[in-house]
């Protein structure tokens, strides 16, 4: 009401030069405004701020009321008792106080241990704080889960196909199909094995005509090269492609894998493959123009070792599959000269940084 009072007061004075034709012309020209904007709103409802109510109803008596067209009687006396019920609301609010505020260290620990038992309810919960001496309630280790938006029920105990996934990685591979179109227009098949524990991708071949004997043999590489590596794999998903043959199967078998199919039309199950595949037509694929099954063999094995040995993953700490993550860096000078080189992979598809020597 002070700077409504301040500014109407520096208009006042800029009226008292002005004469009496001359207000009437500047009257005539805002009513002609008014006009033009009721033409333009019309069916629309206006809408006025805290300070246009306030200077509207000291104004409301000394006004005609041809000028209040747009405002009734009963709308200032609504704005009237809003503003009465809201100064009653503000001076009728609780002082504060109450029981204190969860300690940050508190609610931290308990997200941390719903995070890593999610078959733990928040009864389970609380009887683990009281073991380590933490003493709260359980209606607050209630609402601490609540906050964070994570059901306090026994309703998150049950187990979804990705963290069956998390818990039996060591022990699990998957393989797909995918195709791509060479700058002619030839259609070519990749096959290719990624391991769901340490992200390691295999790729096993590429043709034009993926018989059952090609595939076979390239299921009998992958047992050689899972033999090499001294990988204890137990499992391989994969989805139902007619092109994967029963012998595939049966060599896989034979070594004690056991072969397990995805749902139909359900690609999460394999999600980790499909994400994989989505990358390496984002990286590689949509970003070179393929000439032939030689040059699509040559460009995947690039990716294959720049995957394998350099690019990091989020699901391994942004560690790379065959290589964990440097110790960091803590001095000072050594940060200040940083001489990292570049090298460049396909042209400059790739690209990886490392020190210099």
Not at 83 to 94: E, M, Q, W
Not at 113 to 120: C, K, V
Not at 242 to 256: H, S, V, W, Y
Request: charged share 25%.
């Amino acid at each position: 009401m002070a700077y409504l009072g301040v500014t109407n007061a520096f208009a006042l004075l800029r009226l008292l030069p002005m004469s009496n034709r001359e207000k009437d012309i500047e009257i005539l020209a805002l009513r002609h405004q008014i006009d033009v904007l009721e033409r333009q709103l019309s069916g629309q409802r206006v809408r006025f701020d805290v300070g246009d109510r306030a200077l509207l109803a000291a104004l409301i008596q000394g006004l005609p009321r041809e000028a209040l067209r747009r405002i009734r009687l009963d709308t200032v006396l609504r704005w009237h008792r809003n503003l009465i019920a809201r100064r009653h609301a503000a001076g009728s609010r609780p002082k504060p106080g109450g029981r204190p505020r969860t300690v940050h260290s508190i609610r931290a620990l308990v997200l941390r241990l719903a995070r890593e038992n999610p078959n733990w309810g928040y009864r389970r919960l609380h009887g683990e704080l009281l073991v380590l001496g933490v003493k709260v309630a359980a209606s607050t280790v209630w609402e601490i889960l609540k906050d964070a938006g994570i059901d306090p029920a026994p309703e998150r105990a049950s187990t979804t196909w990705a963290d069956f996934l998390r818990s039996q990685a060591d022990a699990l591979l998957a393989c797909d199909f995918f195709e791509t179109v060479t700058l002619t227009g030839a259609r070519l098949y990749v096959i290719a094995v990624i391991e769901h524990a340490n992200r390691r991708i295999r790729i096993l071949g590429a043709t034009a005509h993926p018989t059952a004997s090609w595939v076979a043999q390239a299921a009998k590489n992958l047992v050689m090269d899972l033999e090499d590596a001294n990988c204890n794999a137990r499992y391989l998903i994969r989805d139902r492609d007619g092109k994967f043959p029963q012998l595939f199967d049966a060599i896989l078998q034979a070594t004690g894998i056991a072969v397990v199919l995805s749902g139909i039309r359900i690609p999460r199950m394999n999600s980790i493959m499909e994400r994989w595949v989505q990358t390496c037509r984002r990286e590689l694929l949509n970003r070179t123009l393929i000439w032939n099954q030689s040059h699509l063999l040559h460009a995947l094995r690039e990716f294959e070792t720049f995957y394998n040995a350099h690019r990091p993953h989020q699901g391994l700490a942004n560690a790379s599959p065959l290589h964990p993550l440097p110790k960091a860096i803590d001095d000072p000078e050594r940060i200040e000269r940083l001489d990292i080189r570049r090298r460049v992979r396909l042209g400059g598809t790739l690209h990886e940084y490392a020190h210099a020597a």
